[in-house]
């Protein structure tokens, strides 16, 4: 799945077999105007120039990815 333009987000998702109302092969998924990540770079400008620390540990960022790797059945 690729996510693009962060502040008016459409996904192009790719599936090997239908899913749901999704067909096999690539389309485009749109999604209402969402403003989320805004707000998520800003927190990460302000955690990179040492302005807040940041709310989530190396470890749980480490265990999210390892999580979506694990979901996807990639091998981490």
């Given at each position: 799945?690729?996510?693009q333009?962060?502040?008016?987000?459409?996904?192009?998702?790719?599936?090997?077999?239908?899913?749901?109302?999704?067909?096999?092969g690539?389309?485009?998924?749109?999604f209402?105007?969402?403003?989320r990540?805004?707000?998520d770079?800003?927190?990460?400008?302000?955690i990179?120039?040492?302005?807040?620390?940041?709310r989530?540990?190396?470890?749980?960022?480490?265990?999210?990815q390892r999580?979506?790797?694990?979901a996807?059945?990639?091998?981490?």
């Amino acid at each position: 799945m690729h996510i693009q333009p962060l502040d008016n987000p459409k996904a192009r998702l790719t599936l090997s077999r239908p899913v749901g109302k999704h067909r096999q092969g690539g389309q485009d998924v749109e999604f209402p105007k969402y403003t989320r990540y805004v707000d998520d770079a800003a927190e990460l400008a302000r955690i990179v120039r040492h302005e807040q620390d940041a709310r989530f540990s190396y470890e749980h960022d480490l265990a999210v990815q390892r999580a979506v790797l694990q979901a996807s059945a990639m091998n981490d």
